[in-house]
Structures are given as C-alpha cells and as structure tokens.
C-alpha cells in the first residue's frame, strides 16, 4: 500500500531563516505531488505541483520554492522566512493518470515564525 | 479561473439531528471530493463523486453531485460528536493537471 511521509511534525523559526520541508512516497512510482499551505482557520491554498522529476509549476507567487530531486521526493524551501509563511504546510500525492481516486494528504507540518 | 464555495462556514447542531452542506463550483468539473479535517490534523478522503446524479454514503454521511447546478451536498443524518470536524469540498479539472480547488471548509461542531 502507498504511505506517504512528510517531516518535520512541527517547526519555530525565527524571521529571515532558512526552511526546509521534506516529503516522500511510498508504493506508487511517478506519482503527481503537491504542496499545500494552510492558514489558521482557512481553507487549502495550493502552492506548488509536480507531475514528474525537476517539474515543478507554481502556483502563487511567494517567498518558497519547490524541488523535485527524486520520483517520489518533494521539499518545500525558503531562503528567508517571513512572518506570512506561518501555517500549516501539507504535501500530497495523486497518481495523475486520470484515474478517480483522491489525493492523499500527509500529516503536515505545522510552522510557526517568530 | 476555478472558484469553489461552501456554506455554511461554521455549523452548530445537536446530536441527532439533520443538516446539509453545500458545496458550489463556477466551472465544469471532472471530479468532487469531500475531505474531513480534525483538528490539526491532516486530511481524510471521504467520497470521490464523478458524474451528474453520483450520490454516495458512508455511515451517517451522504454526498451527491449535480454537475447542471454545478453543486454538491453532503448531508449529516443524525449527527453524533463524533463527526465534529471540518469538512473541505474539492474539485479538479484533467485540464489543470489533476490539481484541487478547495471550498473555504464548513466547520462542524456536534453538541449534545
């Protein structure tokens, strides 16, 4: 079965540090992946998709980037946080074949800037 | 550009009783999901619905789909607390690569 993992659980940064988010597939090959972010209290906004190694489109221009280094690997990562990066980050896989089914979601990572 | 709606935002209910949550979209969809989200959790896929009249249940939830309105419901048959949650409609179109647009989320809190 597919499992996807994604770290840290929680994280506290202060302003103008580095950022690094990690996320990883299992049990699927060519998945699409996503990164999403998530105000206190809001709705998902979507930040970032891939549909394959080294593509990456972005949706809303920002202060993180994206990379795709692996087929089933996505970090999420900023030069220099600001105090609206805070949220709740969550990163996703779909299997982008057309198929029905979901996207999975993993358990996110919870980011507070300081 | 894709815009997805839901209402009520917030919804208080007692245990046992019925409501719905409706879910509108601007423009032709290929796929609805409902999710669930617990507090500062992450989320859970409930239902996948895929063409007009598509009605699925699970428990003491019901989704269905009319692609004409371009809506979806999921209704609640006597609510117990622990469906308290908050609840994210989605939709995706194969032309945008299979990425979601979420509804704001209707935040359910179940009282006895």
């Known amino acids: 079965s597919q499992t996807i993992h994604q770290w840290p659980a929680t994280l506290v940064q202060p302003v103008g540090s580095p950022l690094s988010l990690e996320c990883t597939v299992e049990g699927t090959s060519n998945p699409n992946l996503y990164w999403y972010r998530q105000a206190a209290g809001r709705g998902l906004q979507l930040l970032f998709y891939s549909v394959g190694i080294g593509q990456i489109s972005s949706e809303v221009p920002q202060n993180l980037s994206a990379s795709r280094p692996q087929d089933r690997q996505f970090i999420l990562s900023s030069k220099k946080l600001l105090l609206s990066d805070s949220g709740f980050y969550l990163c996703a896989w779909g299997r982008g074949d057309g198929t029905t089914q979901p996207q999975h979601f993993g358990d996110g990572t919870r980011l507070s800037i300081l | 550009e894709l815009k997805v709606e839901q209402n009520p935002l917030f919804l208080s209910m007692q245990e046992g009783k019925n409501y719905t949550i409706y879910c509108n979209y601007s423009?032709?969809?290929?796929?609805l999901y409902w999710y669930r989200q617990d507090p500062g959790k992450s989320l859970e896929s409930l239902f996948v619905?895929?063409?007009?009249?598509a009605v699925k249940q699970e428990g003491r939830l019901m989704a269905s789909l009319d692609t004409k309105a371009r809506l979806s419901t999921l209704h609640i048959t006597a609510a117990v607390h622990d469906l308290s949650a908050t609840y994210f409609c989605a939709v995706d179109q194969k032309s945008s690569g299979d990425k979601l647009t979420f509804g704001t989320g209707t935040r359910l809190a179940v009282r006895p």
């Open positions: 423009t032709t969809s290929d796929r």
């Open positions: 619905l895929l063409s007009n009249g």
